[in-house]
């Protein structure tokens, strides 16, 4: 149930950020997320630059990116 409520916090809309996936329907796409952590940004300093996010949006955006590189549909 956990995972739902986590993808649930995943939104897709043509108005926002072009169709990409993003966190929340807020303008930040999940692949800002996955390349702030790639690039060894921690949750704490990434929530500290981006106020609005909160954190289970940073473990929606990874479980997000989890399910795709599995093929899964998402």
């Not at 997320?33 to 289970?56: H, V």
């Amino acid at each position: 149930m956990m995972e739902n409520n986590l993808l649930q916090r995943i939104t897709i809309d043509p108005e926002i950020c072009h169709g990409k996936p993003s966190i929340r329907g807020l303008r930040y796409p999940v692949e800002m997320i996955l390349d702030l952590l790639g690039s060894g940004m921690t949750n704490e300093e990434i929530l500290a630059d981006y106020e609005d996010l909160e954190r289970e949006d940073i473990l929606a955006a990874l479980r997000f990116a989890a399910k795709l590189s599995k093929g899964e549909r998402v």
